[in-house]
């Protein structure tokens, strides 16, 4: 059983930056591709971001493209999200999300396909 835990949330700015940590433990953490993914008030959970195991290549949603970069050190087991230029529309509660990558390059922007989440990490950005 992997446990996610999120951090580095908080208030900011428009403008801001924010970095995100979602510390894994419980299973081999090189093993999974870790991800993100988000929910604001009213309105459904979407895919933030994505990282395979092998951490070569990651994958973000166009709304968040050259904004937030994912990256992973997998000798800490930990999934880092900086986020840049925070406007009031990323606003969220950000869920760290965690599924064995069966191939090494596997990723999904579906809630359906990772079995793993955290508790979530409030973000707001103050216009």
């Known amino acids: 059983q992997v446990q996610l835990v999120e951090s580095g949330g908080g208030l900011v700015q428009a403008g801001g930056s924010l970095k995100l940590s979602c510390a894994a433990s419980?299973?081999?953490?090189?093993?999974?591709?870790m991800g993100w993914f988000r929910q604001a008030p009213g309105k459904e959970r979407e895919f933030v971001a994505a990282?395979?195991?092998?951490?070569?290549?990651?994958y973000a949603a166009d709304s968040v493209k050259g904004r937030f970069t994912l990256s992973r050190d997998n000798a800490k087991n930990t999934v880092y999200q900086q986020m840049n230029s925070l406007n009031p529309e990323d606003a969220a509660v950000y869920y760290c999300?965690?599924?064995?990558?069966?191939?090494?390059?596997?990723?999904?922007?579906?809630?359906?396909?990772?079995?793993?989440w955290g508790q979530g990490t409030q973000v707001t950005v103050s216009s």
């Open positions: 999300v965690a599924k064995i990558d069966p191939y090494g390059g596997w990723w999904s922007a579906s809630t359906l396909q990772y079995n793993y």
């Open positions: 419980g299973g081999t953490f090189s093993r999974y591709t």
């Open positions: 990282i395979p195991r092998s951490g070569g290549n990651t």
